[in-house]
């Protein structure tokens, strides 16, 4: 399902993989208890600056800081857009 929005100059959107919800030895980890994933997939990519071109593609792998960005729900999902800066790392 291709989505209706597109990032601009150096954002992208990325969606965050599902918190972890129990531990490898199989504790269940209430809501409240649960660390914010800083690992994601990049959904939609702006089109960069005159000074900077964009990196990451559609369908990347990356990795954020756990603050990074701003958080907004789209078609009933949660995501996040950050600028290209704050991506850390691609995997």
């Keep these: 399902m291709a989505l209706n929005i597109k990032p601009l100059s150096d954002r992208v959107l990325i969606e965050p993989v599902a918190a972890e919800t ?7 980890i209430p ?3 649960k660390e914010k994933p800083q690992k994601g997939t990049v959904m ?3 089109n ?3 000074d900077h071109t964009m990196t990451v593609k559609i ?3 990356v990795l954020y800081g756990k603050y990074a960005g701003t958080e907004l ?3 009933g999902k949660d995501y996040l857009i950050m600028r ?3 991506i ?3 995997i």
């Design 22 to 28: 129990k531990t490898a030895s199989g504790i269940f």
């Design 31 to 33: 809501d409240t208890a």
């Design 44 to 46: 939609a990519v702006g």
């Design 48 to 50: 960069g600056t005159k």
């Design 59 to 61: 369908g990347d792998s």
């Design 73 to 75: 729900k789209l078609e």
């Design 84 to 86: 290209e800066d704050d």
């Design 88 to 90: 850390l790392a691609i």
